[in-house]
């Protein structure tokens, strides 16, 4: 059983930053992937950012160049940081965790959080 606890949203003007946060109850080394999405009302979750157990991390073409996925294993925690944004990142974003536990590899998720972007 993993539990993640987001983090660090709220409301910004467009343009400027945010940084989300993600404290996993496991070591976050031991998480096959880590990744950050988000979902609208009406529309399907999507990914944003993931970073591999090994540091690989892919993002979302809407986010490249904006948003970074880091990972600090000696507090087990994954971060968001998103500069630039705009009114379309307006989200709740979620933590998730791609974990092998008693039962096989699983995902496990954050309750969520809200970021707002006015413009």
């Known amino acids: 059983q993993v539990q993640l606890v987001e983090s660090g949203g709220g409301l910004v003007q467009a343009g400027g930053s945010l940084r989300l946060s993600c404290a996993a109850s496991?070591?976050?080394?031991?998480?096959?992937?880590s990744g950050w999405y988000r979902q609208v009302p009406g529309k399907q979750r999507e990914l944003v950012a993931s970073i591999s157990r090994y540091g690989s991390t892919n993002y979302a073409d809407s986010v490249k160049g904006r948003f970074t996925i880091s990972r600090d294993d000696a507090k087990n925690t994954v971060y968001l940081q998103m500069n630039s944004l705009k009114p379309e990142d307006t989200a709740v974003y979620y933590c998730?965790?791609?974990?092998?536990?008693?039962?096989?590899?699983?995902?496990?998720w954050g309750q969520g959080t809200q970021v707002t972007v006015s413009s």
């Open positions: 998730n965790a791609y974990f092998r536990g008693p039962v096989g590899l699983q995902d496990y």
């Open positions: 496991v070591s976050t080394f031991s998480i096959n992937t």
